[in-house]
């Protein structure tokens, strides 16, 4: 169709366009208003001392910039995380927290909210951070140990993904019996992480999370074409000269690394990894070598757009914003699947 | 000359492929027949470096093909498998040039831009090139990877010939494009280098076309030559355990069943 090759023409300029919109949007707008005359002379003023910033200058240095930043990393991760490993697993319902990820990093998660005060194991602001990793860490190794089979050693795909939907719901029941036992504050806490909390936005996670998704995401781009090749199936793949063990490999690190940390971070925020890859399919077709840039852009919008709602709807109050994603992108993504003959 | 040597491949017990040796040549058109379970998918696999045999190696071009990395086979050789599923739409240019994926890092060049266009003219799909490959039919999905393993060898090879395997072609085409694949194969073996090692079902076909037939039966060569030679009442008798009635003409044969 010759309305698609005029699509992938504008389509990273309008995503581009789109992000400046959104972040700027999501800078000047919160429980305070920031004119774009504040918003410019704080960006003047970035690396100034604090005592010479006035109190707006201040929101927007460490609060709404920080916060902003993180939505574009963790909605960039989520949204490229779940391409990746739809096109490893050839399945358009996969979800990037599909080989345990995020159900691990849910029960670290929980552990510290539930144990945390007896066991006095503190890391001040990492401790949360740290605990939700250490048990990414820990179950995806668990789905990849697992899935390798006893006669060759190797994990073929449908084992990792009936071996990563079995260590998910483990996990799942350890986070439900641990809420089960919480006490009420400690339950609150569990179900509010586990729908996404940016409120811990700083420079600190801004940047740990920077480096892995930029790092991540470049990986992942150079092997764009390899995984256009196992879209015909890993016989063929390997037929056009692709090594499919090593693919498989590099690519569930890629992912794990960048999901494990965004999640260790904000929590889990669902239906973005799910729905992004497939918002850029149906426009522009599923050529990985601009799905994976695109969808990036596309994800930190959504992200950066919905947690301006998260903040706006009830303010003061915010909600939390696996909500919003879900109640704003299940709609779009209907709309365009019942629109566009998307076959498969 | 791609040559098999003393070929031993089993599953368990059961030895799909028994002790088989034999080459193909270039220029030819070598097509592989055999009754189901005779080994003509395993030979096809062994061939094209898919699997490894337990005893016995492979030689393309002078070279063990084990030796050989996975993307330096993928530029000299391509495979035609069966049932291919694509996981996600693509237009039908998009999945030709992924024959030309073994050629280049990052961005297409011209020289596969211009082999994609010349592989979609060939094969007669170069109308649907910008559809979505899912809503082709069968048949013309078959065409489109025609298109893509042809592609993937379109050039001639600096010292070395270029390999061309297909494992049942034929399938979902109508008897129509089934005599028009075949007269493009022997078109594409006007080029001396082309080597062509396929397998088919339809044994009248073998005879209008092939240079060479080898005839598979347990898993083991039971003839190979040109068609006087292994399309016999009694090869066919024993290979398929039905009786063939054969009629020949000054320059063609075919066989039927009663």
Not at chain 1, 325 to 338: C, E, K, Y
Request: proline content about 4%; aromatic content about 8%; charged content about 15%.
């Amino acid at each position: 169709m010759p309305q698609q090759n005029n699509l992938y023409k504008v389509i990273f300029p309008a995503l581009i366009t789109l992000l400046v919109v959104a972040l700027l949007l999501s800078i000047r707008y919160g429980a305070v208003s920031l004119s774009m005359d504040e918003v410019l002379s704080s960006i003047q003023k970035l690396f100034a001392p604090t005592d010479e910033k006035t109190l707006n200058e201040r929101i927007f240095t460490e609060i709404r910039l920080p916060r902003a930043l993180l939505c574009v990393l963790v909605g960039a991760s989520l949204a490229v995380g779940g391409g990746l490993m739809q096109a490893l697993f050839r399945n358009p319902i996969v979800e990037p927290g599909l080989v345990g990820t995020s159900s691990g990093a849910a029960f670290g998660a929980t552990l510290y909210f539930v144990l945390g005060a007896t066991l006095k194991f503190n890391a001040g602001q990492w401790t949360l951070p740290l605990a939700a990793g250490l048990g990414a860490v820990l179950s995806t190794s668990m789905v990849f140990l697992l899935s390798k089979s006893s006669s060759n050693g190797r994990s073929s795909i449908v084992a990792l993904l009936l071996t990563g939907l079995g260590v998910n719901a483990l996990f799942m029941s350890g986070v439900g019996f641990m809420s089960y036992i919480a006490r009420d504050p400690q339950a609150r806490s569990i179900t509010f992480w586990s729908l996404g909390n940016l409120s811990g936005a700083n420079w600190e996670s801004v940047e740990i999370v920077g480096v892995a998704t930029l790092v991540c995401i470049i990986a992942a781009m150079r092997y764009a074409k390899q995984l256009n090749a196992l879209m015909l199936g890993e016989d063929e793949a390997q037929l056009l000269g692709v090594s499919v063990k090593r693919l498989k490999m590099v690519v569930l690190l890629i992912n794990v690394i960048m999901i494990a940390t965004a999640t260790a971070f904000v929590g889990i925020i669902g239906f973005i990894g799910l729905i992004v890859p497939h918002i850029f399919r149906i426009l522009c077709g599923s050529d990985n070598r601009k799905l994976i840039p695109a969808s990036a852009l596309l994800g930190a919008i959504l992200l950066t757009l919905a947690d301006l709602l998260a903040r706006m709807l009830l303010s003061p109050a915010e909600l939390p914003i696996g909500i919003v994603t879900s109640v704003v992108g299940v709609p779009v993504f209907i709309f365009l699947l019942r629109r566009k003959n998307y076959l498969f | 000359m791609l040559t098999a040597k003393n070929i031993t491949y089993s599953i368990g017990n059961s030895k799909l492929l028994d002790d088989v040796s034999v080459s193909f040549l270039p220029g030819k058109l070598n097509l592989v027949i055999g009754p189901n379970g005779a080994g003509k998918s395993t030979l096809i696999k062994v061939l094209s470096g898919q699997i490894k045999p337990q005893t016995g190696n492979v030689n393309i071009g002078g070279l063990d093909i084990a030796s050989i990395s996975l993307t330096e086979a993928a530029k000299v050789r391509s495979v035609l498998s069966q049932n291919i599923e694509l996981a996600f739409p693509l237009k039908v240019s998009e999945v030709v040039m992924m024959g030309r994926y073994p050629h280049f890092t990052g961005a297409p060049t011209a020289k596969d831009d211009t082999a994609v266009e010349e592989a979609m003219h060939f094969f007669d799909i170069h109308a649907f090139a910008a559809r979505d490959y899912m809503t082709l039919s069968g048949g013309e999905q078959q065409r489109v990877h025609f298109a893509r393993v042809a592609a993937q060898i379109w050039y001639p090879v600096q010292n070395s010939c270029r390999y061309l395997i297909l494992d049942e072609p034929l399938t979902f085409l109508d008897v129509r494009y089934q005599f028009e694949f075949m007269h493009k194969i022997t078109a594409l073996l006007q080029n001396a280098d082309m080597l062509v090692v396929g397998v088919v079902h339809d044994l009248n076909l073998a005879a209008k076309f092939a240079d060479i037939i080898t005839l598979l039966h347990g898993g083991r060569i039971l003839a190979t030559g040109p068609r006087d030679e292994v399309l016999t009442t009694e090869n066919i008798k024993t290979a398929y355990g039905l009786e063939p009635v054969i009629h020949r003409n000054e320059n063609s044969m075919y066989l039927f069943f009663e």
